[in-house]
């Protein structure tokens, strides 16, 4: 998958999980238009750029390779409170970044 399509993707999920924050609010905080968050959903922004692609991380709380390396799907998992609590503030990003490795540190290669 390309990473235009698997930004596509992520866009969508991450809006939905970070409080289900509109097209409107995202463009807002990275200082776009909506219809540039609407055309990179739909896949059809082919180089979004570099500090465009950042700044969405950051403002969704999420490391960059995780954004357009990797399909996100949204997943349910009981947490402590506090655990919680880290994921929704500014170091969620590299909380997310541990998780991805230790899973990956644990799934079997084929």
Same mark, same amino acid.
């Given at each position: 998958?390309?990473?235009?399509?698997?930004?596509?993707?992520?866009?969508?999920?991450?809006?939905?999980?970070?409080?289900?924050?509109?097209?409107?609010?995202?463009?807002?905080?990275?200082?776009?238009?909506?219809?540039?968050?609407? +055309? /990179? #959903?739909?896949? !059809?922004? @082919?180089?979004?750029?570099?500090?465009? *692609?950042? &700044?969405?991380? $950051?403002?969704?709380?999420?490391?960059?390779?995780?954004?357009?390396?990797?399909?996100?799907?949204?997943?349910?998992?009981?947490?402590?409170?506090?655990?919680?609590? +880290? /994921? #929704?503030?500014? !170091?969620? @990003?590299?909380?997310?970044?541990?998780? *991805?490795? &230790?899973?990956? $540190?644990?799934?079997?290669?084929?």
């Amino acid at each position: 998958m390309s990473l235009t399509k698997i930004l596509a993707k992520n866009l969508r999920v991450l809006r939905d999980l970070r409080g289900r924050v509109g097209q409107l609010e995202l463009a807002n905080r990275i200082g776009v238009s909506r219809r540039t968050i609407a +055309r /990179l #959903e739909s896949a !059809e922004i @082919a180089d979004p750029g570099v500090a465009q *692609v950042r &700044a969405l991380a $950051e403002t969704l709380r999420v490391p960059i390779e995780l954004l357009i390396e990797r399909s996100l799907v949204p997943v349910v998992v009981p947490l402590p409170a506090e655990v919680r609590e +880290r /994921l #929704e503030g500014p !170091e969620a @990003a590299e909380l997310l970044r541990r998780f *991805v490795q &230790a899973a990956d $540190e644990f799934t079997p290669r084929q």
